[in-house]
Antibody, heavy 120, light 111 residues
């Protein structure tokens, strides 16, 4: 059974860079079938797709965040990562990593999510 | 403001049927992109409930059904149970944004 687990700092200072890693177990991230994505949810609010990466390294981003987002994949560690630069309080959210067949496909499964708070 | 519009809340008594709408536009649902639905119980990650407009993943009760017409989609829940109380989100793809998009979410209250 495929499992995804987010990890990274729970507190980031304003203007700094948020960095998270998703570790995939129970399957290979190198599969040519899937995309690996990041989705976030501010406290009490809805879901927002951040972006996704293909095993080859090709990336796709939400245009509202594109200039600040870097998503990469490390097939040797079966992990993929998110970096979000110049964060503000508006970036405080639960960050989920997940898998999907293509950008328009359903997201399944999801990681359990990790709360990142932006505060000095 | 979400690209896909959902009612903020719906409610129903146990045993009743409720529907949740998801309204889009000609660049997403109306452009024939599939709609998917998720259930999010309090404090947990979203769970895929309906994919490709009306298909249920293994393990999802047939009380849950989905449909799509024109620029809108709907999730129906029949035989409402207390355990169905959760937030529900629709998702599709928007060709104008070249992005996956979600609805703002609907909170279902079981009275």
């Amino acid at each position: 059974q495929l499992k995804l687990q987010e990890s990274g700092p729970g507190l980031v200072k304003p203007s700094e860079t948020l960095s998270l890693t998703c570790t995939v177990s129970g399957g290979s991230i190198s599969s040519s079938t899937y995309y690996w994505g990041w989705i976030r949810q501010p406290p009490g609010k809805g879901l927002e797709w951040i972006g996704s990466v293909y095993y080859s390294g090709s990336t796709y981003h939400n245009p509202s965040l594109k200039s600040r987002v870097t998503i990469s994949v490390d097939t040797s560690k079966n992990q993929f990562s998110l970096r979000l630069s110049s964060v503000t309080a508006a970036d405080t959210a639960v960050y989920y990593c997940a898998r999907h067949l293509r950008i328009s496909a359903p997201v399944d499964p999801w990681g359990q999510g990790t709360l990142v708070t932006v505060s000095s | 403001q979400s690209v896909l519009t959902q009612p903020p809340s719906v409610s129903g008594a146990p045993g009743q049927r409720v529907t949740i709408s998801c309204t889009g536009s000609s660049s997403n649902i109306g452009a024939h992109y599939d709609v998917h639905w998720y259930q999010q119980l309090p404090g947990t990650a979203p769970k895929l409930l309906i994919y490709a407009n009306g298909n249920r993943p293994s393990g999802v009760p047939d009380r849950f059904s989905g449909s799509k017409s024109g620029t809108s989609a709907s999730l129906a829940i029949s035989g409402l149970q207390a355990e169905d109380e959760a937030d529900y989100y629709c998702q599709s793809y928007d060709s104008g944004l070249s992005a996956s998009v979600f609805g703002g979410g609907t909170k279902l209250t079981v009275l």
